[in-house]
């Protein structure tokens, strides 16, 4: 986990994720994924680009199973943006960075 990511659980999801002023990307991953490994650096990236506007967790799926069945992650990595609570955009599998911040529609939301 990165230094500006924080990790996200099914404890504090409410307060963290859908309490959160700014808004917030979530991370689902798994130890075992490999494309999670493979994305993973470009989350770190993202929490470091959009340090003070964007908040980056990241929920272990294996761990946090009721946040992936509440959400219908059906494969990880899956990326969800929340603002204010609410699911703004979603990304299922591994992109090139440029590619999730287009995706996550993150260039108009936020930079």
Same mark, same amino acid.
């Given at each position: 986990?990165?230094?500006?990511?924080?990790?996200?659980?099914?404890?504090? /999801?409410?307060?963290?994720?859908?309490?959160?002023?700014?808004?917030?990307?979530?991370?689902?991953?798994?130890?075992?994924?490999?494309?999670?490994?493979? #994305?993973?650096?470009?989350?770190?990236?993202?929490?470091?680009?959009?340090?003070?506007?964007?908040?980056?967790?990241?929920?272990?799926?294996?761990?946090?199973?009721?946040?992936? #069945?509440?959400?219908?992650?059906?494969? #990880?990595?899956?990326?969800?943006? /929340?603002?204010?609570?609410?699911?703004?955009?979603?990304?299922?599998? /591994?992109?090139?960075?440029?590619?999730? #911040?287009?995706?996550?529609?993150?260039?108009?939301?936020?930079?």
């Amino acid at each position: 986990m990165g230094s500006k990511t924080f990790e996200a659980t099914t404890e504090n /999801f409410a307060s963290e994720v859908l309490g959160a002023d700014t808004p917030v990307l979530v991370d689902f991953w798994a130890e075992w994924c490999g494309p999670c490994k493979m #994305i993973a650096p470009i989350v770190d990236q993202l929490a470091d680009d959009y340090e003070g506007r964007l908040k980056v967790g990241k929920l272990d799926a294996d761990a946090n199973p009721d946040v992936v #069945i509440q959400y219908g992650v059906m494969g #990880i990595p899956t990326l969800i943006l /929340f603002n204010k609570g609410e699911v703004v955009n979603r990304v299922t599998g /591994f992109k090139p960075r440029e590619r999730l #911040i287009d995706e996550l529609g993150l260039a108009g939301q936020i930079a």
